[in-house]
């Protein structure tokens, strides 16, 4: 499968953006499907993640309250809004996927994910 991470761009802090990730070549069915972020100098983190199948949701600390991931079962599509932004959260975004077999606690680790965008840069500034 590949996947297809959009809709990042520059904004002011308490802005808000909407990113998209697509998948092609199988649908996202029996995956659970996260965003990551990279910010300079950083380690690649865990941002939000949605099991396919039953949509439960989960959230790093730093974006709860302000980030909402969502599922488009229709279009096959993963969303990630992103709300009240903050210059912290100027990043390059990665939407991964991973099958949803494993231990719930292995999500939060890159090594966990099959499956990989190529990132969409978020940049909050004003």
């Known amino acids: 499968v590949q996947l297809q991470a959009s809709g990042g761009g520059l904004v002011q802090p308490g802005g808000s953006l909407r990113l998209s990730c697509a998948a092609s070549?199988?649908?996202?069915?029996?995956?659970?499907v996260s965003w990551f972020r990279r910010a300079p100098g950083k380690e690649r983190e865990f941002v939000a993640r949605i099991r396919w199948s039953g949509g439960k949701i989960a959230y790093a600390d730093s974006v709860k309250g302000r980030f909402t991931i969502s599922r488009d079962n229709a279009k096959n599509m993963v969303y990630l809004q992103m709300n009240s932004l903050k210059e912290e959260d100027t990043a390059v975004y990665y939407c991964?996927?991973?099958?949803?077999?494993?231990?719930?606690?292995?999500?939060?680790?890159?090594?966990?994910?099959?499956?990989w965008g190529q990132g969409t840069q978020v940049t909050v500034s004003s």
């Open positions: 991964a996927a991973a099958s949803d077999r494993w231990n719930t606690g292995s999500y939060i680790y890159t090594g966990t994910y099959e499956y």
């Open positions: 070549g199988r649908t996202f069915t029996g995956q659970v």
